[in-house]
């Protein structure tokens, strides 16, 4: 060893010596990817020399003929390609990599990858053993490699360490710059399924004029008429029909909208059957429950008979089975349905009607009011500031929509306050769908939906829970839109006929609330407007960019769960349309709502003040007074927002000790002003977006993402099944108006209430598409990466951000021993309610399934 030593140093050569290394990786296989034969011509290209091959890049040592990127080691090969076994389900494979290293080289900042077999596969993590000085060596890939003809520059990744770009050693900028200008692309063209490139484009994908003009609907974005959030671009060709509308392509059973590889699901994901049940619920599914229906009388007459669906199970006729079984394996069946393999269906029970001692506690003013605060749609009740309440509508276009709920109506039921003294007091609130729905009221009623615009106005009782005091819906006046509204004031009856009309005041409020929740509350508010971000991110941010590595994890999946929502549920004539009353308005609804988005508005504590829900307060925790302090939602979400906050604020601290080092950071303001100016292009002259001058508005900015990516979609989304997976509670639409007196409808309400209700909301086709849908959208998959979590432990080499981290991820334990210790307390009545049902949808970590409870990294689902 002396010997060689020597004569190294006398022929000028660096020591050198071998790095081991060991790739995890995972194949394209048979049984997950349809690759048939795959595997067995990569084995015979390994023959013939043609493998998976590697190249260490230094990160110290530049050269010149590499137009002065980081010098290149010796190519490398996986070993016994084909001698590893593949399993039949994928799953992770471990192969070994010998690297040649001297003196010379210095340390390895990044490793060049090709693949020439006639596969992709997906590369998991490479970690390099015993580098001198350094150490173990991570990289983190979690990407699919494709076969190299396939990329204009090889694929390259880098090691776990963090670099601001003015600290990115010299050798590697090249390539932080070439990696990020292969993810933006050129423009142009159709991608393909190969293609890593993120680029925006409107929404002109929702209508398919080709097939018929009924299916035209209007491009959302790019407009003053229909602003919108951005969507990834595809680059398919314009459908025949209309020039501006991209062409539709759907295959069944086939992901077929592109999104950049990555972004789609896993393997995991997949043998979930997350996004096949989708498929399968189109393709499948509804036309077995339309054979069904077929031989039945179509309608539901009692809710007795709905709770069989749950209890006993529905009988499906011959035809109905064959065509549910045709395309669908068995086990697939008994995850969505839970049948027994014979012709009996049975559905999961909602938690709303588990309890089987309170069959109709679901049916109180108690429960209506609670959901309201802990239900699936906990976000738009605010404090009443004015009585009557008033609409911001245009008198102009609308004339006189100002409410017409009179202080009689109310002050029976106040608990002997006045109405001025429930104002000073701020015990009245208000879930206000009013100015949401007339606009486009006319429109809905002349299909064959037929409903109201809403105001339901609630008292604070003294034991913190609210009481509904009236509610009044809203049809436009006969003669046109300038002359106002007609309306008609509902207050609580328990018995007769009239106890009858208020549990139907109560339904089409819950209609209303229904078709917000899930255009505006769910899809606007957490899918459509996070798009822009996962964009804008690859983008402009590099890979080894603090903040790319602070946001990645709360983007997994999400473009992939929109363009399937694209092609299967927001789209013309797909699930939200059929199945929710404002039918082929429904995006243009959301389109209206965006207007008013506000990125400031989407922190909880901005939230909550806004609604009038919360005063700031120094003396009480975070700041922060809630009006109504029994508000689960609030309570368990300002937890976890200052919790995330602090995550936040630990993290970026490390990294920016000035607000120069964020205005001076070029891919941090690239990345913002692409997100004003583009991705949300249609709001970039909006005078509330952070200047991201300053570390404040940098901390800000990204806990809220965080907030909408993780916190505020579980809280609107995984609740689902429980309180919606029951028709009867939250009824998707109506067919006919409320019963009156003297009508042959109010005749027969008065002899069968329960068989009029059932006439006038969802149809049993409706309700059996409606709740297989909310199923499959509540369910956790057997691959979640929960809040608090990583889905690598070596996503990281700085110290000072894994103890935050680890900080973060003690501090969420405690907060979910705390929600459950409050859901056990009896004096907190609207954290179980009369249903039973405890509010976990803001508990940290979850469990797979119709679990209610956990928050995922990401909008996954």
Same mark, same amino acid.
């Given at each position: 060893?002396?010997?060689?030593?020597?004569?190294?140093?006398?022929?000028?050569?660096?020591?050198?010596?071998?790095?081991?290394?060991?790739?995890?990786?995972?194949?394209?296989?048979?049984?997950?990817?349809?690759?048939?034969?795959?595997?067995?011509?990569?084995?015979?290209?390994?023959?013939?020399?043609?493998?998976?091959?590697?190249?260490?890049?230094?990160?110290?040592?530049?050269?010149?003929?590499?137009?002065?990127?980081?010098?290149?080691?010796?190519?490398?090969?996986?070993?016994?390609?084909?001698?590893?076994?593949?399993?039949?389900?994928?799953?992770?494979?471990?192969?070994?990599?010998?690297?040649?290293?001297?003196?010379?080289?210095?340390?390895?900042?990044?490793?060049?990858?090709?693949?020439?077999?006639?596969?992709?596969?997906?590369?998991?993590?490479?970690?390099?053993?015993?580098?001198?000085?350094?150490?173990?060596?991570?990289?983190?890939?979690?990407?699919?490699?494709?076969?190299?003809?396939?990329?204009?520059?090889?694929?390259?990744?880098?090691?776990?360490?963090?670099?601001?770009?003015?600290?990115?050693?010299?050798?590697?900028?090249?390539?932080?710059?070439?990696?990020?200008?292969?993810?933006?692309?050129?423009?142009?063209?159709?991608?393909?399924?190969?293609?890593?490139?993120?680029?925006?484009?409107?929404?002109?994908?929702?209508?398919?004029?080709?097939?018929?003009?009924?299916?035209?609907?209007?491009?959302?974005?790019?407009?003053?008429?229909?602003?919108?959030?951005?969507?990834?671009?595809?680059?398919?060709?314009?459908?025949?029909?209309?020039?501006?509308?991209?062409?539709?392509?759907?295959?069944?059973?086939?992901?077929?909208?592109?999104?950049?590889?990555?972004?789609?699901?896993?393997?995991?994901?997949?043998?979930?059957?997350?996004?096949?049940?989708?498929?399968?619920?189109?393709?499948?599914?509804?036309?077995?429950?339309?054979?069904?229906?077929?031989?039945?009388?179509?309608?539901?007459?009692?809710?007795?008979?709905?709770?069989?669906?749950?209890?006993?199970?529905?009988?499906?006729?011959?035809?109905?089975?064959?065509?549910?079984?045709?395309?669908?394996?068995?086990?697939?069946?008994?995850?969505?349905?839970?049948?027994?393999?014979?012709?009996?269906?049975?559905?999961?029970?909602?938690?709303?009607?588990?309890?089987?001692?309170?069959?109709?506690?679901?049916?109180?003013?108690?429960? $209506? =009011?609670?959901?309201?605060? +802990?239900?699936?749609?906990?976000?738009?009740? #605010? %404090?009443?500031?004015?009585?009557?309440? &008033?609409?911001?509508?245009?008198?102009?276009?609308?004339?006189?929509?100002?409410?017409?709920?009179?202080?009689?109506?109310?002050?029976?039921?106040?608990?002997?306050?006045?109405?001025?003294?429930?104002?000073?007091?701020?015990?009245?609130?208000?879930?206000?769908?009013?100015?949401?729905?007339?606009?486009?009221?006319?429109?809905?009623?002349?299909?064959?939906?037929?409903?109201?615009?809403?105001?339901?106005?609630?008292?604070?009782?003294?034991?913190?829970?609210?009481?509904?005091?009236?509610?009044?819906?809203?049809?436009?006046?006969?003669?046109?839109?300038?002359?106002?509204?007609?309306?008609?004031?509902?207050?609580?009856?328990?018995?007769?006929?009239?106890?009858?009309?208020?549990? $139907? =005041?109560?339904?089409?409020? +819950?209609?209303?609330?229904?078709?917000?929740? #899930? %255009?505006?509350?769910?899809?606007?508010? &957490?899918?459509?407007?996070?798009?822009?971000?996962?964009?804008?991110?690859?983008?402009?941010?590099?890979?080894?960019?603090?903040?790319?590595?602070?946001?990645?994890?709360?983007?997994?999946?999400?473009?992939?769960?929109?363009?399937?929502?694209?092609?299967?549920?927001?789209?013309?004539?797909?699930?939200?349309?059929?199945?929710?009353?404002?039918?082929?308005?429904?995006?243009?609804?959301?389109?209206?709502?965006?207007?008013?988005?506000?990125?400031?508005?989407?922190?909880?504590?901005?939230?909550?003040?806004?609604?009038?829900?919360?005063?700031?307060?120094?003396?009480?925790?975070?700041?922060?007074?809630?009006?109504?302090?029994?508000?689960?939602?609030?309570?368990?979400?300002?937890?976890?927002?200052?919790?995330?906050?602090?995550?936040?604020?630990?993290?970026?601290?490390?990294?920016?000790?000035?607000?120069?080092?964020?205005?001076?950071?070029?891919?941090?303001?690239?990345?913002?002003?692409?997100?004003?100016?583009?991705?949300?292009?249609?709001?970039?002259?909006?005078?509330?977006?952070?200047?991201?001058?300053?570390?404040?508005?940098?901390?800000?900015?990204?806990?809220?993402?965080?907030?909408?990516?993780?916190?505020?979609?579980?809280?609107?989304?995984?609740?689902?099944?429980?309180?919606?997976?029951?028709?009867?509670?939250?009824?998707?639409?109506?067919?006919?108006?409320?019963?009156?007196?003297?009508?042959?409808?109010?005749?027969?309400?008065?002899?069968?209430?329960?068989?009029?209700?059932?006439?006038?909301?969802?149809?049993?086709?409706?309700?059996?598409?409606?709740?297989?849908?909310?199923?499959?959208?509540?369910?956790?998959?057997?691959?979640?990466?929960?809040?608090?979590?990583?889905?690598?432990?070596?996503?990281?080499?700085?110290?000072?951000?894994?103890?935050?981290?680890?900080?973060?991820?003690?501090?969420?334990?405690?907060?979910?021993?705390?929600?459950?210790?409050?859901?056990?307390?009896?004096?907190?009545?609207?954290?179980?309610?009369?249903?039973?049902?405890?509010?976990?949808?803001?508990?940290?970590?979850?469990?797979?399934?119709?679990?209610?409870?956990?928050?995922?990294?990401?909008?996954?689902?």
């Amino acid at each position: 060893m002396i010997l060689g030593g020597v004569l190294n140093e006398l022929t000028g050569k660096k020591k050198s010596q071998t790095i081991k290394g060991t790739v995890v990786l995972m194949k394209k296989n048979v049984l997950d990817f349809n690759a048939f034969g795959s595997s067995a011509v990569d084995n015979v290209l390994e023959l013939v020399g043609q493998q998976v091959t590697m190249q260490l890049v230094s990160a110290q040592n530049a050269d010149p003929a590499n137009e002065n990127g980081g010098k290149l080691g010796e190519l490398a090969a996986l070993e016994s390609w084909d001698l590893t076994f593949t399993p039949p389900i994928a799953g992770e494979t471990q192969y070994k990599v010998s690297f040649e290293w001297d003196e010379g080289f210095g340390a390895p900042g990044a490793i060049i990858i090709r693949n020439n077999h006639a596969a992709e596969f997906y590369l998991k993590t490479i970690t390099l053993e015993d580098v001198p000085g350094e150490g173990q060596i991570h990289f983190v890939c979690n990407s699919w490699i494709y076969p190299d003809g396939q990329y204009k520059k090889p694929r390259v990744f880098f090691a776990n360490k963090t670099y601001l770009p003015h600290e990115t050693p010299a050798p590697l900028r090249k390539y932080r710059e070439e990696e990020l200008k292969v993810l933006r692309g050129d423009g142009k063209g159709q991608l393909k399924s190969g293609d890593r490139v993120y680029d925006y484009d409107v929404y002109n994908d929702l209508g398919n004029p080709d097939l018929s003009s009924k299916l035209v609907r209007p491009i959302l974005g790019g407009s003053a008429e229909y602003p919108y959030p951005r969507r990834g671009r595809t680059g398919r060709p314009s459908s025949r029909s209309d020039p501006n509308t991209e062409s539709r392509v759907y295959i069944p059973g086939l992901f077929s909208t592109y999104v950049p590889r990555d972004e789609q699901f896993g393997h995991l994901k997949l043998t979930d059957f997350i996004a096949y049940n989708l498929k399968a619920l189109v393709t499948n599914v509804i036309p077995a429950f339309e054979a069904f229906v077929n031989f039945t009388p179509n309608e539901f007459d009692s809710f007795e008979e709905v709770d069989n669906l749950y209890f006993n199970g529905i009988q499906l006729p011959t035809e109905a089975l064959n065509k549910l079984t045709s395309n669908i394996p068995l086990p697939m069946i008994k995850e969505m349905f839970r049948s027994d393999g014979q012709q009996l269906l049975k559905f999961p029970v909602p938690q709303l009607i588990e309890d089987r001692n309170k069959p109709t506690a679901w049916r109180t003013d108690e429960e $209506f =009011a609670r959901e309201m605060l +802990a239900g699936v749609n906990p976000l738009l009740i #605010q %404090l009443l500031k004015e009585f009557p309440p &008033t609409s911001k509508l245009d008198p102009e276009l609308y004339g006189n929509q100002n409410s017409s709920i009179t202080k009689k109506d109310i002050e029976n039921n106040l608990d002997g306050l006045s109405v001025e003294e429930a104002l000073r007091s701020n015990k009245l609130f208000i879930l206000d769908h009013h100015d949401t729905v007339i606009p486009y009221l006319r429109k809905i009623n002349n299909t064959s939906a037929k409903t109201y615009a809403s105001r339901t106005l609630l008292f604070l009782r003294g034991d913190n829970t609210l009481k509904p005091v009236a509610i009044e819906l809203s049809l436009p006046h006969p003669t046109g839109d300038k002359f106002g509204v007609v309306s008609k004031v509902y207050t609580p009856v328990e018995h007769g006929v009239e106890g009858s009309i208020w549990q $139907f =005041a109560k339904a089409f409020v +819950a209609i209303n609330d229904c078709a917000h929740h #899930q %255009l505006i509350s769910h899809w606007l508010n &957490t899918h459509a407007v996070l798009e822009p971000f996962v964009i804008a991110t690859n983008r402009q941010m590099s890979v080894v960019h603090p903040i790319y590595k602070l946001l990645h994890p709360h983007f997994r999946d999400t473009m992939t769960i929109n363009a399937l929502a694209r092609e299967l549920l927001v789209n013309a004539g797909g699930i939200i349309e059929t199945t929710f009353c404002p039918g082929k308005y429904s995006m243009e609804m959301s389109s209206e709502n965006y207007k008013s988005w506000n990125f400031l508005d989407q922190a909880l504590p901005n939230d909550l003040k806004k609604r009038g829900i919360a005063v700031d307060d120094a003396n009480s925790l975070y700041g922060l007074r809630l009006l109504i302090e029994d508000y689960p939602y609030a309570v368990d979400g300002l937890k976890i927002w200052f919790a995330i906050e602090k995550w936040v604020r630990d993290y970026c601290s490390f990294y920016y000790k000035t607000d120069e080092m964020v205005q001076q950071d070029p891919e941090v303001q690239a990345w913002w002003k692409e997100l004003r100016e583009v991705g949300h292009g249609d709001k970039k002259d909006e005078p509330w977006w952070p200047k991201m001058q300053t570390r404040e508005e940098l901390i800000q900015s990204c806990t809220t993402i965080i907030w909408i990516a993780s916190a505020l979609h579980a809280a609107v989304n995984f609740g689902q099944f429980a309180y919606s997976g029951y028709s009867a509670n939250r009824p998707t639409l109506s067919r006919r108006l409320m019963p009156e007196k003297g009508t042959p409808e109010y005749a027969e309400l008065e002899k069968n209430p329960e068989k009029v209700f059932f006439r006038t909301i969802t149809s049993q086709l409706q309700t059996f598409i409606g709740m297989s849908v909310v199923e499959v959208l509540s369910k956790h998959a057997s691959d979640e990466v929960y809040l608090g979590q990583q889905a690598s432990p070596n996503w990281t080499a700085d110290a000072i951000p894994l103890a935050a981290f680890e900080a973060f991820h003690k501090g969420l334990a405690e907060i979910e021993e705390e929600i459950i210790r409050m859901n056990k307390d009896k004096q907190l009545k609207n954290r179980v309610g009369p249903v039973n049902v405890p509010y976990t949808l803001l508990c940290p970590t979850g469990e797979v399934g119709l679990s209610g409870k956990g928050i995922p990294n990401s909008i996954s689902i």
